[in-house]
């Protein structure tokens, strides 16, 4: 009874370990849109779509995460159909935590900027590793993806010979086309999208295999 005690408080103890460093993932990835959208570069593909809509409909950035994180569900479910685990979604709980955690990065950041281009691009290239940091951890945690990850994943499934960052590579442009048309469709100009949006979008997927490599064993050796 002991050693099943025992056992059962180090499980417990893992899966809080796995939450803990999900929202540690969450918080690196909040902070990496936080720095793309002080670089005025334009915003990492993962939120060029929800900050467009924020700018369109003149609401908190958070808030638009969600509606929209609450769409990829929905293409997942469409893809996936009989084969969607009902677990995923527990993505909407952390798609709301994301949500909010984007709203207080973007408050901490609040009017940082580092002067001249360089600076920008500076910015920029500090957002980038932040987001696949954040990417890497909390997808080697292997609780639950974040909706884009998780529509990403379907997407994947449906083509077996293309590697997982290719995949990426071509979601995240394609959000970011799609940001650019709402753009100038209801602005008429392009707002929130521009180079720093397109490094990040071919950048994000480059690193994040290098990231897993250095992320994957501590991770490990933490929760499993």
């Not at 952390?94 to 901490?108: E, L, N, P, Q, R």
């Not at 521009?194 to 295999?209: D, H």
Request: a positive charge; proline letters at 3%; aromatic letters at 12%.
């Amino acid at each position: 009874n002991k050693n099943n005690t025992k056992k059962g408080e180090k499980k417990t103890m893992k899966m809080l370990m796995r939450i803990l460093l999900y929202c540690v993932g969450l918080l690196f990835l909040a902070f990496g849109v936080a720095f793309s959208v002080n670089s005025n570069l334009g915003v990492s593909p993962v939120n060029s779509l929800p900050y467009v809509i924020s700018l369109i409909l003149k609401v908190d950035l958070g808030r638009c995460i969600i509606g929209v994180f609450v769409v990829y569900m929905v293409v997942q479910i469409i893809i996936k159909r009989k084969e969607y685990q009902w677990f995923n979604l527990t993505q909407l709980i952390f798609s709301t935590i994301f949500g909010y955690f984007a709203d207080f990065a973007k408050g901490v950041m609040h009017g940082f900027v580092i002067p001249t281009y360089f600076g920008q691009l500076l910015m920029m290239a500090i957002s980038i590793v932040l987001v696949a940091l954040g990417v890497a951890i909390y997808m080697d945690v292997k609780l639950v993806n974040m909706p884009m990850e998780g529509m990403t994943l379907a997407i994947s499934d449906c083509f077996p010979n293309i590697e997982f960052h290719k995949i990426k590579i071509i979601v995240d442009c394609s959000s970011v086309a799609i940001g650019v048309v709402l753009s100038f469709l209801f602005m008429h100009g392009l707002f929130g999208l521009r180079e720093g949006t397109v490094l990040s979008a071919i950048l994000v997927g480059k690193i994040l295999p290098v990231m897993k490599k250095r992320v994957s064993p501590v991770i490990q050796k933490l929760c499993f």
